[in-house]
């Protein structure tokens, strides 16, 4: 069955756009490389989810606006996509829809102006010659009678397995203090952007722990870094090899730091690796 659905195009351009804010930027990495991976909830909605494996995000999006009822974290979708966003034409579209319709608000007074996407599957044409069945496919995305944009499929690698990292978010005891990169604040404050007016919440899990946070629809996942009144712990660089071995990491840590309260060792701590890949 080929895959079609309208959503409301106000609240689909936010959540594309806070994201995004979370992809990564590593070429090398191609199902997380300025990607939204696009789940499927038949009847209820789409969840778009991006990560660059320290910082996540994930917005859901109702079909129906007025009953935002979302599903379970750890309820899987019936259908995914990761969507590639490299040029940023999609990105670009989500701009000028949220642009657009929050002129028409306020011009209507009307605050719930939505307007619809369509969203559905196109085969990509290929100017060299592909086996029968073997074209590439693109996330056809239409404002009708205004814009349209096409952003390629990638389906040669998986999207992270974020839901086990989620549900190893647990707290494990109260941290002295939990420091943030600069660049994190920056990003939520982007996300901000789109949910006017909105607290920023946080959930701090302890020294082992991811940062929970929520703003507006938006919510994800930040890596913290553990200091105490004698160091500051700075973050280190990702290698490949931290990345494979990521998840795995992020499984263990909530058991690992219930056994032992002492104070971890800079090479092993969380910060040195990523949380998602």
């Given at each position: 069955?080929?895959?079609?659905?309208?959503?409301?195009?106000?609240?689909?351009?936010?959540?594309w756009q806070a994201v995004s804010i979370a992809a990564s930027d590593d070429a090398a990495r191609p199902a997380l490389h300025r990607t939204v991976n696009l789940e499927?909830?038949?009847?209820?909605?789409?969840?778009?989810?991006?990560?660059?494996?320290?910082?996540?995000?994930h917005v859901f999006v109702p079909y129906d606006t007025f009953d935002p009822t979302q599903p379970e974290i750890e309820e899987t979708?019936?259908?995914?996509?990761?969507?590639k966003d490299a040029n940023g034409r999609g990105l670009g579209l989500m701009k000028?829809?949220?642009?657009?319709?929050?002129?028409w608000r306020k011009r209507e007074e009307d605050p719930d102006i939505e307007g619809e996407l369509m969203l559905s599957i196109a085969n990509v044409e290929s100017a060299q010659a592909t086996l029968e069945g073997m074209n590439g496919r693109a996330m056809r995305m239409e404002w009708p009678d205004r814009e349209l944009v096409?952003?390629?499929?990638?389906?040669?690698?998986?999207?992270?397995?974020w839901r086990q990292v989620d549900a190893a978010v647990a707290p494990v005891g109260e941290p002295d203090r939990v420091a943030l990169s600069a660049d994190f604040l920056r990003d939520i404050a982007k996300i901000g952007s789109h949910y006017p007016g909105a607290p920023v919440q946080l959930e701090i899990n302890g020294s082992m722990g991811a940062v929970r946070f929520t703003l507006g629809e938006c919510r994800g996942l930040l890596?913290?870094?553990?200091?105490?009144?004698?160091?500051?712990?700075?973050?280190a660089e990702q290698t490949e090899e931290d990345a494979d071995a990521a998840l795995e990491f992020a499984l263990a840590a909530e058991q690992e730091s219930n056994s032992d309260e002492s104070d971890f060792d800079t090479d092993d701590q969380f910060a040195s690796g990523a949380y998602g890949v």
């Open positions: 069955m080929t895959f079609r659905t309208d959503v409301p195009a106000f609240s689909f351009a936010k959540a499927v909830f038949h009847g209820r909605g789409v969840r778009l989810v991006s990560t660059d494996s320290y910082m996540l995000a979708p019936d259908e995914s996509y990761i969507v000028f829809i949220e642009k657009q319709i929050r002129a096409q952003c390629p499929l990638v389906e040669d690698s998986e999207f992270v397995q890596m913290p870094i553990r200091v105490s009144e004698d160091e500051q712990i700075e973050p």
